[in-house]
């Protein structure tokens, strides 16, 4: 049984008397668990409607979207589906609930009622795992956006979550910021945790197992890095390849052949070399 | 341009008044409040402000961290004691001019109101210099939960006590880049009249209003996310608990209250006159 599995679902927004905005149109595909996988696609093409689907922030308008099996119809099973798949947000300001880190990060844990003692142990280790056990007495508010990210991570974890779905929790971030959240985001995955990772940032995409792409509420491409920047239907999406992507097609034209499609800067710096041999 | 409100006041010495139950020093807080307003003699002030002293060198605070609070409270207490003085007619005529007229109780009751309301304003402000606000909102969520019996929504109240400390800071930094941004294209914000500034400010407030429900619809599902409930079910990281420290402080404070009750009650004003003579 896939960790995930959409199948069909379909999600409108009501705006207004009988209006409906069609934000996703009959989505399906299913995640494994351990898979690192890249959302993307333009501005309201639906990602973030399809990150509330994963963890019952929204029911879907049709279809069904499954976790661990349980359907996120299921009211009773909510609770059970937000500790399963937690959710990092991009404004760090507006996910943090107290003012005082470590109490931040007990916050999950409170609401689904785990003793005391096991709170503070995983308060602890979810700090330690973000490297943000220094800071857990001191307020939120003097932190840099990496570091608010990185306690809005620590909080999810709290959870012992198996799946952390980001909706560009990168975005509102520096360069250092960035590297600083994908590097988290890597290492949990090393842990066997499922990640979800909504991006524009095709570099940060280019580093996920695989790309699910949106256009307009519909699932258009769905492939590794490699199969997903070969394709000629990335353009239409109106995306940027990785630089390095872009620099290999334009040598293509001009008459270099690469052996596969470059996804980084060292499998572009080996496809030149293996030419100039 | 502003400290953290997370910390308020908050002066860490890591005394062992800053380690005591924030529920403890809240409910000995009031106590004092209460029975600073029995005070009525000198030798009543002599033992209140004794017994603040004592406070404020256990806590290891600065003189001047105290005085800073009163610093606060100046023209009130001027302006308050200028009408009492001249209001309070009683005893001996010391001094008139016209129709105005000092009295010698008149001279008594002022300087008792000020000494009392500079008292309180001491009192009350170690509770915010040993305690963070975060402390505070969590005491008072503990103490006040007895009324959720008479269905006050004591676990709400809280939680948003909670979140408004939190996002005190975030609504300050983001007011100031309003700010900012509104100089940047032309608006001026220390000119002209009263109206004239506070018409500035609107181009200000309307944004930091509309932004702020964004960030409220975005909190919500973040703490839904996070599988938030109101409900009995909820434990809590953090208990407090009352020790020593706690019980030796409240002995303290009981009998400053006992002493202030027999002042007044038993006493009257016998330790006054045997102090000051015939001063009082
Ligand atoms: N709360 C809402 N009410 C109405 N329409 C919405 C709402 N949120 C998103 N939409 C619309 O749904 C579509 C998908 O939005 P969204 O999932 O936020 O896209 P993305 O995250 O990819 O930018 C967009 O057309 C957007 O305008
Ligand atoms: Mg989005």
Redesign the interface.
């Known amino acids: 049984m896939p960790q995930i599995e959409l199948n069909n679902a379909s999600y409108s927004y009501r705006v207004g008397e009988g209006q409906t905005v069609r934000a996703l149109r009959g989505v399906s595909f299913s995640v494994e668990k351990g898979e690192f996988v890249a959302l993307t696609g333009m501005n309201g093409s639906g990602k973030s409607t399809l990150a509330k689907l994963l963890n019952g922030l929204f029911t879907p308008s049709a279809g069904d979207v499954l976790i661990e099996g349980i359907n996120t119809r299921d009211e009773e099973r909510t609770f059970d589906i937000r500790r399963k798949a937690g959710m990092v947000f991009q404004n760090p300001d507006n996910q943090m609930v107290a003012t005082v880190i470590e109490d931040d990060v007990a916050f999950g844990p409170e609401n689904v009622g785990i003793p005391r003692e096991e709170i503070v142990e995983r308060v602890d280790w979810a700090l330690e795992a973000v490297g943000m056990s220094e800071f857990r007495k001191r307020s939120a508010s003097k932190l840099s956006g990496g570091q608010k990210q990185r306690v809005a991570i620590a909080g999810v974890l709290a959870m012992k979550p198996d799946i952390i779905i980001f909706d560009e929790s990168t975005s509102m971030l520096d360069p250092e910021g960035r590297a600083e959240i994908m590097e988290v985001a890597k290492k949990l995955n090393a842990t066997g945790i499922t990640v979800i990772s909504i991006t524009h940032n095709m570099d940060e995409a280019a580093q996920a197992d695989r790309i699910i792409v949106l256009r307009k509420g519909r699932l258009v491409l769905d492939g590794t890095p490699k199969e997903v920047f070969a394709s000629p239907e990335v353009e239409a999406c109106g995306l940027a390849l990785p630089p390095a992507t872009e620099l290999a097609r334009m040598l293509t034209e001009r008459g270099f052949a690469f052996s596969e499609t470059v996804t980084d800067e060292d499998g572009l710096v080996e496809g030149i070399c293996a030419q100039l041999n | 341009m502003f400290k953290?409100?997370?910390?308020g006041q908050y002066y860490p010495t890591g005394s062992v008044v800053h380690r005591m139950d924030p529920r403890m020093k809240l409910l000995l807080t009031i106590m004092f409040v209460v029975a600073i307003f029995f005070v009525n003699t000198y030798f009543g002030f002599m033992i209140t402000a004794a017994v603040l002293l004592a406070i404020i060198l256990i806590a290891r605070l600065p003189m001047l961290s105290v005085l800073k609070s009163v610093r606060a409270i100046v023209f009130i207490v001027l302006f308050a004691s200028l009408v009492n003085l001249f209001m309070i007619k009683g005893g001996e005529v010391l001094w008139s001019w016209k129709s105005l007229q000092i009295t010698d109780q008149g001279v008594h009751t002022t300087i008792k109101m000020a000494l009392r309301l500079v008292l309180l304003i001491c009192g009350a402000s170690l509770l915010t210099l040993t305690t963070t606000?975060?402390e505070v909102a969590d005491g008072t969520e503990s103490l006040i939960k007895p009324l959720k019996y008479i269905k006050v929504p004591v676990h709400d109240i809280a939680m948003i006590m909670?979140?408004a400390?939190?996002f005190i800071?975030?609504l300050f930094?983001e007011t100031n880049k309003i700010i900012a941004a509104q100089k940047a294209r032309g608006a001026s914000f220390d000119t002209g009249g009263l109206i004239a500034r506070a018409k500035a400010m609107l181009p200000v407030l309307i944004p930091l209003f509309v932004n702020s429900f964004?960030?409220a619809d975005?909190?919500a599902?973040?703490?839904?996310?996070?599988?938030?409930?109101a409900t009995e079910?909820?434990?809590?990281?953090?208990?407090m608990k009352l020790g020593a420290a706690d019980y030796v402080g409240f002995l303290l404070i009981a009998a400053y209250f006992v002493a202030i009750m027999l002042d007044r009650y038993y006493f009257g004003g016998v330790m006054d006159s045997l102090i000051f003579g015939g001063l009082v």
Do not use: G, H, Q
């Open positions: 953290d409100v997370a910390f606000p975060v909670s979140i400390l939190r800071p975030t930094e964004r960030r975005e909190l599902f973040a703490m839904d996310a996070r599988c938030y409930n079910n909820r434990t809590k990281m953090k208990v």
